[in-house]
Antibody
């Protein structure tokens, strides 16, 4: 069945780089787009960016200068890297699959990231 | 970037009554391919978001018919008839017509 699972460090120091992995199963990264969405504690959802089935990427305007999304199709993994982290980057980070019929149909459980010294 | 304005911020409803949430976009969400890429998601406490409505008015498989989406262009509405306890949470609209994609700020549905 379709699954997505985020993994990464729970704690990152300010000014450092965040590296997260979304490991997927039950579908191919060469057939579906995968997006990243984050949520600060007690706040709303923010679209961060996407990896398309063909390897193209798109990013949130406000994060574009410090965000990079990549993938390893042989390992069924999508990666998120964001540098120059600040405390307001604290939150839960989700990866989600975008179905061919125009919606996010499966989500990971999310991974909580705290930016603190 | 397209700004999605959701109102109200919070909504207090009695069980069995109707709830209505508005979502307005700063640009038309009608894509050149003829589709309107506006979705509604519900996030229950401690859970990942779940899809309710896609393409503005299509109910996702398994979603109760008490949920309905309507609207076009820049004005969209989610209606929940006969609110039940499992409907409580935060509702988000999301536009994926124009890059970068954007969410509304959310509407918290609470019990009166």
């Amino acid at each position: 069945q379709v699954q997505l699972k985020e993994s990464g460090p729970g704690l990152v120091q300010p000014s450092q780089t965040l590296s997260l992995t979304c490991t997927v199963s039950g579908f191919s990264l060469t057939s579906y787009n995968v997006h990243w969405v984050r949520q600060p504690p007690g706040k709303g959802l923010e679209w961060m960016g996407r990896m398309r089935y063909n390897g193209d990427t798109s990013y949130n305007s406000a994060l574009k200068s410090r965000l990079s999304i990549s993938r390893d199709t042989s390992k069924n993994q999508v990666f998120l890297k964001m540098n120059s982290l600040q405390t307001d980057d604290t939150g839960t980070y989700y990866c989600t699959r975008y179905s061919g019929t125009y919606y996010f149909d499966y989500w990971g459980q999310g991974v909580m990231v705290t930016v603190s010294s | 970037d397209v700004v999605m304005t959701q109102t109200p911020v919070s909504l207090s409803v009695s069980l069995g009554n109707q709830a209505s949430i508005s979502c307005r976009s700063s640009q038309s969400l009608l894509h050149s391919d003829g589709n309107t890429y506006l979705s509604w998601y519900l996030q229950k406490p401690g859970q990942s978001p779940q899809l309710l409505i896609y393409l503005a008015s299509n109910r996702f498989s398994g979603v109760s018919n008490r949920f309905s989406g309507s609207g076009s262009g820049t004005d969209f509405t989610l209606k929940i008839s006969r609110v039940e306890p499992e409907d409580l949470g935060v509702y988000y609209c999301f536009q994926h017509t124009h890059l970068p994609y954007t969410f509304g700020a959310g509407t918290k549905l609470e019990l009166k």
